[in-house]
């Protein structure tokens, strides 16, 4: 099973290398959109798929990690190197300092608070025009020859979000990602063995936060700019959908659900406005006949057929 996991993914790599010379330059930036929106799913889904964690403001480490990297780029006049850190850096210690306010409580009243703090943190962004821009945002951020045309942002953001992508993938199979599984199927048994809940669960919104602003990082490589709709709460709905599209409880679902709600957005858009309407039709169709996500839909049709084999 790991043999052919292995292959796939290594075919897809390869699929994926070698798609820009085929593709116009607005299609190659879709595909990076489409890949470190994928990575920013994927690092909500360490938090509320792993951790059962409701981060409903998840995004807003996804904007502090662009306006890291975009202000040390601008203003500091940093090498891309460590902007490019510096961001994903800001949103882990975002992401410590919300924490260590939000862990205490739980379910909807952690998910409350988070979105209050998200929301401050935006307003500030919003508002603080001589810093970091206002409703303007970034725009035109100076970037290396490497990384400054659309396939090199490209084959950048695939390399990162691929390391990212690993990274995580290995974070949720180890003792850790398990004793953070078992945390959210039963954190009062968990306690009773010994467990550090709290530690837990605050380890895990940080390695989220920062993935989160690795994402962020990448966005100002792909689109040259960083603006405050970016960590507005509203997307960070948006990015739970792709979640609960995917599926919650398998690694590769918000992958998926993420992938698909962006392609769908770019093409739908073409012919209709109403885009919210047809996000909200799908959040209702999920949760009626896909309440496991596309990818938990068939990892328990596949677990089925292998009963009635067996």
């Known amino acids: 099973m790991k043999h052919r996991s292995l292959v796939a993914t290594l075919a897809v ?53 662009a306006y890291g990297t975009a202000l040390m780029l601008t203003r500091a006049g940093a090498p891309a190197p460590v902007a490019m850190i510096a961001g994903p850096l800001a949103a882990a210690l975002l992401s410590l300092v919300m924490g260590v306010i939000c862990v205490r409580l739980s379910k909807l009243y952690f998910g409350m608070l988070q979105i209050s703090l998200g929301s401050l943190v935006w307003v500030t962004v919003y508002r603080w025009y001589s810093f970091t821009g206002g409703d303007d945002g970034i725009h ?37 990602g398990k004793t953070l599984q078992g945390i959210r199927d039963n954190p009062v048994r ?81 012919y209709t406005q109403y885009w919210g309407l047809i996000l909200g039709t799908i959040l209702s169709l999920v949760i009626i006949f896909l309440p496991d996500g596309m990818l938990g839909f068939f990892a328990r049709r596949f677990r089925k057929g292998e009963v009635r084999g067996a």
């Not at 489409?34 to 995004?59: D, E, M, P, R």
């Not at 396939?151 to 850790?176: D, E, N």
């Not at 550090?196 to 895990?204: E, F, G, I, T």
Request: hydrophobic content about 55%; aromatic content about 14%; some cysteine.
């Open 13 to 65: 790599l390869g699929l994926l290398c070698a798609l820009p010379p085929f593709l116009p330059r607005f299609y190659v930036y879709i595909a990076s959109i489409v890949l470190l929106t994928g990575l920013l799913a994927t690092s909500l889904n360490l938090a509320i798929g792993y951790g059962g964690l409701y981060q409903f403001h998840h995004t807003v480490f996804y904007g502090v990690g």
């Open 140 to 176: 035109g951020v100076p970037l290396p020859d490497l990384i400054a045309s659309a396939k090199g942002s490209y084959y950048y953001t695939l390399a990162v979000t691929a390391l990212s992508l690993l990274a995580m993938r290995r974070i949720a199979g180890s003792p850790f």
């Open 190 to 270: 968990s306690e009773a063995i010994g467990v550090d809940v709290k530690r837990h669960k605050l380890a895990a919104l940080v390695i989220a936060g920062f993935f989160g602003g690795v994402a962020g990082s990448l966005f100002v490589v792909v689109d040259t700019s960083a603006f405050p709709d970016m960590m507005f709460w509203t997307y960070s709905l948006e990015v739970l959908i792709m979640c609960l599209l995917g599926g919650m409880y398998t690694f590769w679902g918000p992958f998926v659900g993420s992938s698909t709600l962006v392609l769908l957005r770019v093409f739908v858009s073409v």
